[in-house]
């Protein structure tokens, strides 16, 4: 049995919600929980009870690798000069109407 | 026949009602905000049930008293209630271990119920039936981790099933009500209800390394309307509003 961390709070989890079939789990957020079990119970109480959801995930939030605010810089904004990378610069083919 | 059938509702009206107004007496006192949240939607579900319920009794008795008026206007000797659901909420532990004493109760009557012949009635005990089964799991859970969590929470919880299995005889009772509403295939005989709850009650609590009570039977009579001392108490607090401003309307 998971006991509270040295904070006195139980362990954080991270919960992802499915709005439909077919779709993508999204990040709802996070709550707190001794284990998977009741961490599921607890999102399923928090983030799917007006009816969000037809499937729930949770993991464990220290298993989630970040990356460091101060590296943004560097990952992200070289990719806001290459306009080429986006697909509008493609010709459409003769026939196809939506994409 | 309407009149057994008027009583029979007001009785599972009146347990969920109950127990739907301890439960939400946790409501900002939980022992996580989490758990709060838990508690007050199971509050909120067995109110909702119990509103169902009670519409369905007001409409059987047929003399123009809806769900407020019965959960509202009635007094304590009025109340059909199980005496196991007015006792004060307690520790996390006793609501925990109680609702996971009903809601197991709840679930064999319920998948009776959902034969009945009375349409209403059906249909109220297969939506009751799906939150139910939450109900179960999530109080089940908790049993588990109690019990077979520090010595503080097994002691606690050992106490909590000692306090409420003497309560739980009542279950199992039936009169003239439940065997008339019983033999027109409109509700369930609780008698037969016992060893299936029994099975799935000692399992869980073995899993909990917890032991099962095994005290003589406390007096009953809830479904007459004799209750205990803190019946009395709750539903001054809870219908106090409703009695101040007479047909008030959001």
């Given at each position: 049995?998971?006991t509270?961390?040295?904070?006195?709070?139980?362990?954080?989890?991270?919960?992802?919600?499915?709005?439909?079939?077919?779709?993508?789990?999204?990040?709802?957020?996070?709550?707190?929980?001794?284990?998977?079990?009741?961490?599921?119970?607890?999102?399923?109480d928090?983030?799917?009870?007006?009816?969000?959801?037809?499937?729930?995930?949770?993991?464990?939030?220290?298993?989630?690798?970040?990356?460091?605010?101060?590296?943004?810089?560097?990952l992200?904004?070289?990719?806001?000069?290459?306009?080429?990378?986006?697909?509008?610069?493609?010709?459409?083919?003769?026939?196809?109407?939506?994409? | 026949?309407?009149?057994?059938?008027?009583?029979?509702?007001?009785?599972?009206?009146?347990?969920?009602?109950?127990?739907?107004?301890?439960?939400?007496?946790?409501?900002?006192?939980?022992?996580?905000?989490?758990?709060?949240?838990?508690?007050?939607?199971?509050?909120?579900?067995?109110?909702?049930e119990?509103?169902?319920?009670?519409?369905?009794?007001?409409?059987?008795e047929?003399?123009?008293?809806?769900?407020?008026?019965?959960?509202?206007?009635?007094?304590?000797t009025?109340?059909?209630?199980l005496?196991?659901?007015?006792?004060p909420?307690?520790?996390?532990?006793?609501?925990?271990?109680?609702?996971?004493?009903?809601?197991?109760w709840?679930?064999?009557?319920?998948?009776?119920?959902?034969?009945?012949?009375?349409?209403?009635?059906?249909?109220?005990?297969?939506?009751?039936?799906?939150?139910?089964?939450?109900?179960?799991?999530?109080?089940?859970?908790?049993?588990?981790?109690?019990?077979?969590?520090?010595?503080?929470?097994?002691?606690?919880?050992?106490?909590?099933?000692?306090?409420?299995?003497?309560?739980?005889?009542?279950?199992?009772?039936?009169?003239?009500?439940?065997?008339?509403?019983?033999?027109?295939?409109?509700?369930?005989?609780?008698?037969?209800?016992?060893?299936?709850?029994?099975?799935?009650?000692?399992?869980?609590?073995?899993?909990?390394?917890?032991?099962?009570?095994?005290?003589?039977?406390?007096?009953?009579?809830?479904?007459?309307?004799?209750?205990?001392?803190?019946?009395?108490?709750?539903?001054?607090?809870?219908?106090?509003?409703?009695?101040?401003?007479?047909g008030?309307?959001?």
């Open positions: 049995m998971t509270k961390s040295e904070s006195g709070q139980w362990p954080l989890w991270e919960v992802f919600t499915q709005p439909g079939g077919g779709k993508p789990h999204q990040h709802a957020g996070s709550v707190h929980a001794p284990d998977a079990e009741i961490a599921l119970q607890n999102a399923r928090v983030y799917s009870r007006r009816g969000e959801a037809v499937s729930l995930w949770v993991v464990p939030s220290v298993s989630i690798t970040a990356s460091a605010p101060a590296d943004s810089g560097m992200f904004d070289p990719g806001n000069e290459k306009p080429y990378r986006h697909p509008q610069f493609y010709k459409t083919p003769k026939g196809i109407q939506v994409f | 026949m309407s009149q057994a059938l008027f009583e029979y509702l007001l009785r599972l009206g009146d347990d969920r009602l109950v127990l739907g107004h301890r439960n939400a007496e946790w409501c900002g006192h939980g022992p996580i905000l989490e758990e709060d949240i838990a508690i007050s939607n199971l509050a909120l579900d067995l109110t909702g119990a509103q169902l319920f009670l519409e369905l009794a007001g409409k059987v047929g003399l123009g008293r809806d769900a407020d008026q019965l959960a509202y206007w009635r007094d304590e009025q109340f059909r209630n005496q196991l659901l007015e006792l909420k307690g520790d996390f532990a006793f609501t925990m271990v109680r609702q996971f004493l009903f809601s197991a709840s679930h064999f009557l319920l998948e009776g119920l959902i034969q009945s012949k009375q349409e209403d009635l059906k249909g109220i005990a297969a939506k009751a039936q799906k939150e139910n089964r939450y109900h179960l799991r999530h109080a089940s859970e908790w049993v588990v981790r109690l019990g077979d969590g520090t010595e503080e929470s097994h002691r606690r919880a050992q106490a909590a099933l000692d306090q409420a299995w003497p309560w739980t005889g009542e279950f199992f009772l039936a009169d003239d009500v439940d065997r008339v509403v019983a033999a027109e295939g409109l509700g369930v005989d609780p008698s037969g209800l016992r060893p299936p709850w029994e099975a799935l009650v000692t399992d869980v609590i073995r899993r909990a390394t917890l032991t099962v009570p095994s005290p003589p039977m406390r007096m009953v009579g809830g479904r007459k309307g004799r209750h205990t001392e803190y019946l009395g108490h709750m539903l001054a607090e809870m219908q106090v509003v409703a009695r101040s401003h007479p008030a309307k959001w």
